[in-house]
């Protein structure tokens, strides 16, 4: 998980808190694609299955304390 970039940790707590891509896009100033784009590189780095995995795997790392 050290591989993410600052911006993808800032995605993914806010994944986390439950903001979709729309309410994430507005709250970083970025488009919606963006934030599909950060969402789809995270997923790959961690190599979770989906956005619950994601989130399993970042709690179980200590990534989001």
Partial sequence: MDNLTQR??????????????????K????????????VSSILRKTQAKNRAHLIYIAAKSGLLD
């Fill in 8 to 25: 993808e940790k800032e995605v993914l707590k806010l994944m986390k808190d439950g903001y979709g891509n729309n309410e994430i896009a």
């Fill in 27 to 38: 709250l970083i100033f970025v488009s919606k694609y963006t934030v599909k784009a950060h």
